[in-house]
């Protein structure tokens, strides 16, 4: 194909695409007007049916909690994949990173970036937890709180090193957490399907609007999302980070 | 639209540009990092915090990072 077929196809192409594309936008309801009944649906009614004060939140995790189920699964599934591709193999050794090789000397961190990192990690830590448990009153939730989370483990492997990194999180809590906050919410829905006969529905007390403790189930779930996000997070970082090879190869260098 | 939804709007076109037009893979990794607090901005801005928060946690930082990881771990292996 000669350059300037290919250029004769672009522009044919370039054309269709970007007249769909302007009609498509043409077609736009106005800036700022919302016509679906959803929404305002949800505004009117959820506090007073669900005693939340974030309708994200109760959208997500209650009046869709079946849907959220699917995608913790695809980040479970996701993350999981990925394990299996990076994780060491049969007669592979896990090793750390080619940084710490014997014969390459990396400069040490500096004592201001080790204290500011560490300050920012607890910073970082509070403001995960809080996000976290205040998703059902306060914007974010469990998958926003759980990446903060998973940042803050990154901080301490900028600020302080790779060692460090891996002994605030190890593989078997990593591992752990995102199993385990995969499963809970799954066993949240068998048990209310148990107890109530539909799945997902929430039948918890659902104590006083404003408070931590309100929203039946949804705090629940929510705290599952958190732990199962944060400890795939920081396993798919992990994953990236570390060096697998068979015991004949030399380490890189 | 207020000037703020605007200058948000810019922001995010200039941003989604520059890291286009940024060729080395490092620089890249810190625009995209930066067009995407645009993102989260403009997020905030339109009324949609929780999204805002996702934004800001995945495109400025996580995304950011892995990337940079990836072109460290390529560059050890080609010298």
Redesign the interface.
């Known amino acids: 194909m000669t350059p300037r077929i290919r250029v004769c196809l672009f522009g044919f192409g370039a054309l269709v695409v970007g007249a769909l594309l302007l009609g498509g936008v043409d077609g736009l309801p106005p800036?700022?007007h919302y016509r679906g009944p959803y929404g305002d649906v949800i505004n009117a009614v959820a506090v007073d049916e669900r005693h939340v004060t974030?309708m994200?939140?109760a959208v997500n995790f209650d009046y869709r909690a079946f849907d959220t189920l699917g995608e913790e699964y695809i980040l479970f599934a996701a993350v999981t994949g990925l394990a299996l591709l990076l994780r060491q193999g049969r007669g592979e050794i896990e090793d750390e990173p080619?940084e710490y090789a014997a014969d390459r000397r990396v400069p040490p961190h500096g004592d201001a970036l080790r204290g500011i990192g560490l300050l920012m990690t607890a910073v970082t830590v509070l403001v995960g937890v809080y996000?976290v448990l205040h998703a059902h009153l306060t914007?974010?939730?469990g998958?926003?709180g759980g990446?903060?989370l998973?940042?803050a483990c990154?901080l301490v492997y900028l600020s302080v090193g790779y060692r460090e990194f891996r002994a605030v999180s190890p593989r078997w809590l990593l591992d752990g957490a995102d199993a385990a906050g995969a499963g809970a919410y799954a066993l949240v829905g068998i048990g209310t399907l148990l107890a109530s006969g539909t799945f997902l529905l929430n039948v918890l007390p659902l104590g006083t609007t404003k408070s931590l403790f309100s929203g039946g189930m949804i705090p629940v779930i929510n705290l599952a999302v958190g732990l199962e996000v944060a400890g795939g997070?920081i396993l798919?970082?992990t994953e990236?980070?570390k060096d697998t090879r068979k015991p004949s190869e030399a380490k890189?260098? | 639209m207020n000037a703020l939804v605007y200058g948000a709007l810019v922001l995010v076109a200039l941003g989604g540009t520059a890291v286009v037009l940024t060729r080395d893979l490092v620089n890249q990794a810190i625009v995209l990092s930066l067009y995407g607090m645009a993102l989260a901005l403009l997020f905030l801005v339109l009324q949609a915090p929780d999204v805002a928060f996702s934004e800001i946690t995945v495109g400025s930082a996580a995304l950011p990072l892995i990337l940079l990881v990836t072109i460290a771990k390529v560059r050890e292996r080609v010298p």
Do not use: H, M, S
């Open positions: 800036f700022g974030n994200a939140t080619a996000v914007p974010g939730g998958f926003q990446t903060i998973g940042t990154l997070f798919v970082f990236f980070l890189r260098p």
